[in-house]
Nanobody
Framework: EVQFVESGGGLVQAGGSLRVSCAAS????????IVWFRQAPGKEREGVSC????????YYADSVKGRFTISRDNAKNTAYLQMNSLKPEDTAIYYC?????????????????????WGQGTQVTVSS
């Protein structure tokens, strides 16, 4: 079963930093890109970032560019999203999923992963 477990969320003050993790299982991790999405209450899912299977290609939404950094450790089957200079509008549940390759020009709210389902996510709350 293709599965992701997100962790590392929490409460942080505006301007602070947080790193969320995505532990994957059930597939050959380094064959696939990893995508981070987020969803705030009552709002649609938003594609945040993507990293290619080897880690050499990355994508960031304009709203997080320059503040967030995506990475992966293929030996650990884990992807990360380092979030710096956090803003209250970053408050959301953060999810990860797989894709064949990072989409161009990016992801929309209607996108679903090809093999997995959306997991539990991890809550990130940024206070003002």
């Amino acid at each position: 079963e293709v599965q992701f477990v997100e962790s590392g969320g929490g409460l942080v003050q505006a301007g602070g930093s947080l790193r969320v993790s995505c532990a994957a299982s059930g597939f050959i991790f380094d064959d696939y890109a990893i995508v981070w999405f987020r969803q705030a209450p009552g709002k649609e899912r938003e594609g945040v970032s993507c990293i290619g299977n080897s880690g050499g290609s990355t994508y960031y939404a304009d709203s997080v560019k320059g503040r967030f950094t995506i990475s992966r450790d293929n030996a650990k089957n884990t992807a990360y999203l380092q979030m710096n200079s956090l803003k209250p509008e970053d408050t959301a549940i953060y999810y990860c999923a797989e894709d064949l390759v990072c989409a161009e020009p990016g992801y929309n709210s209607r996108w679903y992963p090809p093999f997995s389902s959306w997991g539990q996510g991890t809550q990130v709350t940024v206070s003002s």
